[in-house]
């Protein structure tokens, strides 16, 4: 590998993505290449912390390289406020299992982990299972091995001995800048190797001019750009060297403000997050990651406009956005008639906007679904509706026919079960239910009578009656009583009408007559 190769900022294909994991396994890379891209993602959670944010995701397996440097999409929900983030084994810090305090220690913890994955080959033992609270890293190549100490103490498991992320990012460019002066180096014995001082002058000439149209090209693109003339400064930036001054940085920052500009929003924050903490990128992430949940709201894509705002936390008003993808969204389910769901957003949101009203009215579509369900017989679907008016009295006794009306086509129905359908009557027609198989024994048991014609129904199951019933074994079915002769013949002798919980008629078949007959007590 020539001095050359041991510069970090080395050539690669433009734009195109390979996984952080597979980067660092690379053989054909050098140290100085690796650095420099890890030193890209300390950077930028570096300026994070110094804008407040803290508690990242960070792990190889969410990070990538593009020309060199590493990108990670940060999640940017603080652990203290809004969730808990997945657990990475080996990354992630002790106080994340244990639920302590996190702070921007815990990243310091999980970029310790990935510079030792990169010094050694694999990522510490999960926190849980290590007793040494130093970790011991071992072997080392020489040329990284000024980072043993700083990676040591960053995954030291107290929280409180590990060093600030600066320290990091300082010992970094203790090493990064050596590259540079192998390259100066170089540079100088090819200067030494010239013999002609005529054509050295030339070249020295040849140079200034460079330099010169280089420096007013790149005036001018910064012009352009604070004025927000982002293709032409790509262009102005295209006529000066990649090593003049931040060029490179410079026109990936053009680049990706003119796409934020375009509303290409996805691709303006992956190029603002490489870029780290150069001029005000990381801003510019968020800006471009705020453009693109705006987008995903005004195309109706409300629940990942809700999740994108979400994941910005205090960015800007991003959490009062949230809350207006949510109510857009409950507006859209209601339209689509999926009440529940519009119900549970809205009280999610309450007080917000006119959630009161509309709360108020889809009540009121929601028990008249339950009741519909209710009257065609689908009493798991009605009792699911008005188990959600969780305030209206009528609708939890319905809720409980429901259920006992599931009990009775399961034909286990038991008289405690029977007294509380009882209950409901108050709120529920249970007419539909006194004389149904599973319950008109239940129901008629006692004695009735209108003054004169009597009928008893015993607990026992015995029958007694001033009318005429037939001679034989006596039964129910279908809303009657049957009479079994010579244990083959069965007649019908009494039909029963329900009236109300205490008033039956019965239509006796013998005298094609009809009772009214009262319960007594």
């Not at 992956?270 to 992430?285: I, K, N, Q, T, V």
Request: proline letters at 3%; a neutral charge; hydrophobic letters at 40%.
């Amino acid at each position: 590998m020539t001095a050359k190769s041991a510069v970090a900022r080395v050539v690669f294909k433009r734009g195109k993505r390979i996984a952080l994991q597979a980067f660092l396994d690379d053989s054909n890379l050098t140290h100085e290449q690796k650095l420099y891209a890890l030193e890209c993602i300390v950077s930028q959670v570096l300026a994070l912390h110094r804008s407040g944010r803290y508690g990242f995701d960070i792990y190889p397996g969410k990070m990538y390289t593009v020309n060199g440097r590493a990108v990670f999409k940060p999640c940017l929900a603080q652990l203290q406020n809004t969730g808990v983030l997945p657990i990475r084994p080996g990354y992630s810090a002790p106080e994340r299992y244990s639920g302590e305090m996190t702070g921007p220690w815990t990243d310091v913890y999980a970029l310790s982990a990935l510079f030792l994955r990169f010094m050694t080959g694999s990522a510490p033992p999960p926190a849980f299972e290590r007793e040494d609270i130093m970790i011991q890293i071992e072997p080392v190549p020489e040329k990284i091995r000024p980072l043993v100490s700083i990676v040591a103490q960053g995954l030291c498991l107290r929280s409180e001995k590990r060093p600030p992320l600066d320290k990091l990012a300082a010992e970094l460019k203790t090493l990064l800048p050596a590259a540079d002066e192998v390259k100066g180096k170089a540079k100088k014995h090819r200067f030494f190797r010239r013999r002609f001082t005529a054509a050295f002058c030339v070249l020295i000439i040849l140079a200034g001019g460079a330099v010169a149209v280089s420096e007013i090209n790149y005036a001018e693109a910064l012009k352009l750009i604070q004025n927000g003339s982002y293709a032409k400064a790509s262009r102005a930036l295209g006529g000066v060297p990649a090593f003049y001054r931040d060029t490179k940085e410079l026109s990936l920052y053009a680049q990706a403000s003119g796409m934020l500009e375009q509303g290409r929003y996805e691709q303006a924050a992956e190029l603002f997050l490489s870029l780290g903490s150069f001029r005000d990128a990381a801003g510019m992430a968020l800006l471009s990651q705020y453009g693109g949940a705006l987008q995903l709201l005004e195309t109706g894509r409300y629940e990942s406009a809700r999740t994108a705002f979400l994941a910005l936390g205090g960015f800007e008003d991003a959490i009062q956005m949230a809350d207006e993808a949510a109510y857009r969204l409950a507006l859209h389910n209601m339209k689509d008639g999926q009440l529940l769901e519009a119900q549970e957003a809205l009280r999610a949101l309450h007080p917000y906007k006119d959630t009161k009203e509309l709360l108020s009215n889809l009540d009121d579509k929601i028990f008249d679904k339950a009741r519909t369900y209710y009257e065609r017989e689908q009493y798991e679907q009605a009792a699911v509706y008005f188990a959600a008016l969780r305030k209206n009295t009528q609708a939890k006794a319905y809720g409980r026919v429901c259920t006992l009306a599931l009990a009775m086509q399961e034909g286990c129905f038991s008289r405690a079960q029977y007294e509380e359908l009882l209950r409901c009557a108050a709120y529920v027609d249970i007419a539909h239910f006194a004389l149904s198989d599973a319950v008109i024994q239940l129901f008629i048991e006692g004695k009735w009578n209108d003054g004169t014609d009597t009928f008893t129904l015993e607990a026992n199951g015995s029958i007694s009656s001033s009318l005429p019933m037939g001679e034989g074994e006596h039964f129910f079915r279908d809303t009657a009583l049957f009479c079994r002769q010579n244990g083959r013949e069965e007649e019908k002798v009494i039909l029963f009408g329900y009236i109300n919980n205490n008033t039956i008629s019965l239509y006796c078949c013998a005298s094609t007559a009809t009772y009214t007959l009262t319960r007594q007590a």
